[in-house]
Nanobody
């Protein structure tokens, strides 16, 4: 009943920029925290950045001052502006929704951990 569509990934040279978007569609009542995770080859998935419904943000240390997370609550969309990209930023980036409440057609349901399909980001040196 809820679909996540991620976009904006691709191949970029070191020092370049990309902007990721993740739009949630469906009969959504509310979304608590929206975030971006990434998984590099051979590594565990890690939190990159997250933003609460009220706009409070958190970032992993390696992306501070380079990445900016934002959201549009009216559009149920979260963005990740990535500047000064480095080869170590390469990986699959996943959108994550924490506590999304939506209407199933007959009742309301809450999913505490909703993931997008992922989008590849490759930074060449």
């Amino acid at each position: 009943q809820v679909q996540l569509v991620e976009s904006g990934g691709g191949l970029v040279q070191a020092g370049g920029s990309l902007r990721l978007s993740c739009a949630a569609s469906g009969r959504i009542l509310s979304i608590n925290t929206m975030g971006w995770y990434r998984q590099a080859p051979g590594k565990q998935r890690e939190l990159v950045a997250a933003i609460t419904r009220g706009g409070s943000t958190t970032y992993t240390d390696s992306v501070k001052c380079r990445f900016t997370i934002s959201r549009d609550n009216a559009k149920n969309t979260v963005y990740l502006q990535m500047n000064s990209l480095k080869p170590e930023d390469t990986g699959v980036y996943y959108c994550n929704l924490d506590r999304i409440t939506y209407y199933t057609g007959s009742t309301y349901a809450t999913n505490n951990d909703y993931w997008g399909p992922g989008t590849q980001v490759t930074v060449s040196s």
